[in-house]
């Protein structure tokens, strides 16, 4: 190790250029203590001329271990001469000290993707070239999957003062030398990129870093995505759910309003408000199950985009930890805080239709990159009738070491009302009764609107033994509430209570409660390994949640919400109680096969306050109103991956697996064994990956569904369609061919088929879906593509540097198959982004609907009357929700 010693004791400095060393150094923990040793003063080192200061890392990806190799307990070190450009590029990269072959690789591939804040000469930036001894720890604490989220990866380095950004503990002292090698020899100085007079030695000049790496492979299938912060910021969003628009395959939309959850689409499902795909923020699990409004029911409108680091997607079912709801995939939201942005941050934004927003963000410099606190308030006066809305949510998380334990804690509170315009009809808009972005003039029209309000709150701990085994836990708490008014029908419905009393207005009203409480854990063993080509390791884990939910729905009459009919009225406990298990075995560098399973206990109380219902309560009557119950049931699916990589930048992946999705706790009957959707989901893919220019993923995906479910209109929630078939493709490219360009481009394509749909009944004689139909409102094609540039364009304006940014993003839907076969039209978004950042102000700008298209968020067919004197018509017709018109908002942002 002479030549990681002489590295990290020397420094050169020559011209424009700085030699500086950055150690990534074995934490305190992993290292034994040694007897210190007597040694002989070092030698005089250079010192930095007057006016410098060196490099800094503002970004550093972790080193990726060698496969293979973990086995081997190896803590190599390599160090690397690094030439940086005047803006902090990495030009290039060359072995000084080798540890071999693999290792050498994968640091250089690991520097060559960090970003660096240039050396400066008296404020001005400078070509630089550095050492960096990059030091590979075993792996260390695991990934945050989507099913209990979180930040997953530290790095750090301390600034200009010593203090450490990104979280990072501070690197123990280095070891001493053996009395052999001590004093060491000074090392030569590397040649300067400009060679100039150097000016006189002032200060010694020391970079550290500290980087740890995730241990458990986040990405199983070929269907598996990372989106990083830097390509979630390109093009604008208007709420935090919009990020996940640059996941493959996703598409998203606010089609009710501002207190309603988000309708997202995901390779060939329509999730509507998320039921369909299993979300978690920060590790905090956000649908909840057996809603009034939709099985896994979910909201993101608490979510803050600027804390949002990285959005992790597994579409398709194939890791064990994937749960209830994962059925078209999972995605999970991590939030931090990178060193760039540190400190202080409050950004104001007004826009068209009194449009406002107001952020407030701290995360304090020299704090792990997990601990900030940021809250956020929205108001908008609403494109069009009835949608203006307000807003607001914070969320706070610290992070924390203590020994081998990384922990962490999170709080999240968020509430929001808006006035609704409801939908619709084709008709009506084509005829001039009604404008595509007004609300329908009828009181129960008019008087459409929602709250919610969330609470959430996490303990977290990762452990790390001191071998590779590792371990984690969770713990969080709950409550929720909601309550819908909303019209679909206009005038159709008769109630069920008051006899002959109909055509008072179809205003539905849904209430929901949900208190919730749960725990997880994990346990990953080290690696066995029986010969040097194999190895095989065991992960356990258990996950526990306990919900009460009390909902009602109720038909409301104007004036004063006059309750003229009660549909629901119902108090539910549910428990479920998961088990899986992964093995994970490599077999040589080059494959590497999991094999999992994981298994549900749900149970469930309910007490249907409404059940044995008789719509006039006779004399003669021998029991009183009412349904309590009681069901359970249990699920066992199995999970498998495997990846190939034939080369270096070629990887091959391939999995199955099982899921479910849990029932709507109200549909089972006493003692019933609960009738779990089953989900059964393969992928077969190929992954090209060139350093940081190019990564290219091409998959073909098949879902099967025993028991899939669609919108019903005519009672505002969820019902059974049946059994389904999804078959479809993915191309998805991320490519960054300068250091100040990054694109990305993803098409999806799925043929979705309804295979079982209900027969038709003396209530529904002419039933809205036949077998072999396309599934309604899933568009068989999904676009996204997102491009940004960024730079410098000033160097000294007024003693600042002067930056700017240009973003584009773009979506498109083909056209939705209908109910009754019907179509929607195509859906084609622009949205772009521009801004100027001058010193620690920051002035912007985003458009959306650049062309102001005229789209619909949701679009429907179905039966209704909205003429209170007309004779209600069975005749199916289109009913749609406008989408946002062009829109503008100018942001000025301060960091302190």
Known sequence: MRGLRRCLRAGCLGGLALCVCLPLSVRAQDAEPEAPEEEAPPAPE?????????????????????????????????????????SGG?????????????FDAAAQEAVRSWTFAPATRDGQPIASRIRVAVHFELP?????TPADGGTSVEAGHPGPHGEHSHGAEPSPPVEAPPPEEAPPEPAAPVEPAEPEEPAEPEEELGVTAAVERELRDAERGASSFDVERDLLSIAPHQDGADLMLAVPGVFVARAEGLAVGQRIQLRGFDADHGQDIELSVGGLP????????????????????????RVRATEGVSDPRQGDFAVAGSVGFELGVDDAHRGWRIESGYGLYDTFRQLVMWAPEGERTETFGAVQYQHTGGFGQRRSGDAASAIIQVGARSGSWRLRGLGILYGARADLAGVVRVDDVEAGRVGFYDAY???TAQAQNALSGRFMAGFFGDYRGRGDDTGAFRIWLGADTFRLQENFTGFVQRSRTLADTAGRGDLIEQRNQTYSAGVS??????????????????EVGLDGRLDFVDQAQNLLAMPRNQTWDTRVDASIVASNVSLWGDVEITATEHVTLHVGVRSALLLYEIDDRLGNFVPLVRPRDGFIMGFRRSAGGVTVGPRASAEVRPTEWLKLRASYGEGYRSPQARTLDDGEAAPFTTVRSADLGAIFEHERLLRVAVSGFWTELSDDIAFEPREGRLERIGASRRLGAVLYAQARPLDWLLGSLSVTY?????????????????????PGQNLPYVAPVVIRADVGVHGTLAEDVLDQRLTGRIGIGYSFLSPRPLPFGGMADPVNLFDASAGLGWGPVDLGVSFYNLFDTRWAASEFL??????????????????????SPFTFMVTLGVSP
Do not use: C, K, M
């Not at 990495?90 to 693999?102: L, T, Y």
């Not at 260390?140 to 945050?144: E, G, I, L, Q, T």
């Not at 099985?295 to 803050?304: A, H, K, T």
């Open 46 to 86: 250079p010192e930095p001329p007057r006016g410098l200061s060196p490099p800094r890392i503002v970004a550093s990806t972790p080193p990726r271990y060698p496969a293979g190799r973990i086995s081997e307990g190896l803590h190599p070190s390599v160090v690397l001469i690094v030439t940086l450009d005047e």
């Open 90 to 102: 990495v030009v290039d990269s060359a072995v000084e000290h080798s540890a071999d072959a693999e």
């Open 140 to 144: 260390a604490f695991d990934v945050a």
């Open 286 to 309: 956000v649908n909840l199950p057996s809603h009034i409004h939709g099985q896994g029911y979910s909201d993101l409108g608490f979510l803050i985009p600027e804390v949002v680091h």
């Open 441 to 443: 003039a009828q009181p």
């Open 521 to 538: 854990g994990r346990y990953r063993t080290e690696a066995w390994r029986p010969w040097d080509w194999a190895g095989a390791r065991l």
């Open 750 to 770: 799925v043929d979705a088929e309804l295979l079982e749909p209900p027969p038709p009944s003396a209530d529904d004689p002419q039933p809205a879906f036949v």
């Open 862 to 883: 179905f039966a209704s009357n909205w003429d209170p004197t007309g004779i209600p018509s069975r005749v199916p017709a289109r009913h749609l929700s406008a989408g």
